[in-house]
């Protein structure tokens, strides 16, 4: 039933400005998340330009992505130590990039705001798990006072985890941008299966691929969509049965003619599922 369909997307960023925006109507999309490292591009200037274009090209955001300053070494070891709001050095820094990126957001009408929180402590005894709830508390209070879903993306945790930072957080507007390959590149689950712990939060997907890792130290491989273990086939349909209504958002982490190959095969794999 129409009710039923999903929109398609793919990823875009604010680093990339207006050129990003008319890829993303260029290759077919309707939607597309605003993805941005760059805290110091969230001016009124940019959000004009944005609102601009999306109006004219008749694309919609339906979440922006916010980054964050400092180190980040997205491996096992030096992960946990550099990642998100876990390390504590960091923190303070983090939450200001992040509470601007909620005010942007507002500016451009965008009311999902995501990003990795890091490699949230698994033991709720964990020293650094206490503090890293009041901080991600404070960041979600402030999106809630901009009419924001705040969300974390999937990867750096086990579900239950992730559903136990939500419970603690103990906000409203807490939800979920599903990185079903992440699942899988962190080697934290089958991601069909978990949406039987987090489904419910869902608010954005990311339609990326990959493998688990095959060692300790690094993470899985990513792979063009259709050719790693997340099965699209089973995710989508389980997705629509708990009532996600929203975009599937094609991600390809690679640059230059291959990628955009990949995301068109992408789109042509995902098309029939929606």
Request: proline residues 7%; contains cysteine; glycine residues 10%.
């Amino acid at each position: 039933m129409a009710i039923n369909k999903l929109k398609l997307g793919v990823i875009t960023s604010l680093e990339e400005g207006v050129k990003g925006l008319e890829k993303v109507k260029n290759l077919g999309f309707e939607t597309c998340q605003l993805f941005c490292r760059t805290p110091g591009l969230y001016t009124e200037e940019n959000a004009r330009l944005v609102k601009e274009t999306t109006k004219k090209l008749g694309v919609e955001i339906t979440l922006l992505w916010a980054g964050w300053p400092g180190p980040a070494i997205w491996n096992f070891v030096e992960g946990p130590i550099t990642l998100g709001l876990v390390p504590p050095e960091y923190r303070a820094m983090r939450i200001d990039a992040l509470k601007k990126g909620s005010d942007f957001a507002k500016m451009i009408g965008v009311v999902n705001v995501a990003t990795h929180a890091g490699f949230i402590p698994e033991g709720p005894k964990d020293p650094l798990y206490p503090g890293l709830v009041v901080a991600l508390r404070d960041v979600a209070a402030h999106c809630q006072n901009n009419g924001q879903e705040f969300c974390f993306e999937t990867g750096q945790e086990t579900p239950v985890t992730l559903l136990r930072a939500i419970t603690d957080i103990g906000l409203p507007n807490l939800g979920i941008n599903l990185d079903p390959a992440n699942l899988l590149l962190y080697g934290k689950a089958n991601p069909v299966d978990a949406l039987d712990v987090i489904g419910k939060f869902v608010r954005g997907v990311h339609a990326k691929d990959g493998e688990y890792p095959t060692d300790g130290y690094n993470l899985g491989k990513e792979k063009p969509l259709g050719e790693g273990r997340v099965d699209f086939p089973r995710l989508v349909p389980k997705l629509k049965n708990l009532g996600y209504r929203g975009a599937l958002t094609i991600e390809r982490e690679i640059s230059g003619e291959q990628q955009i190959k990949d995301i068109l095969k992408a789109k042509d794999f995902l098309t029939p599922l929606l």
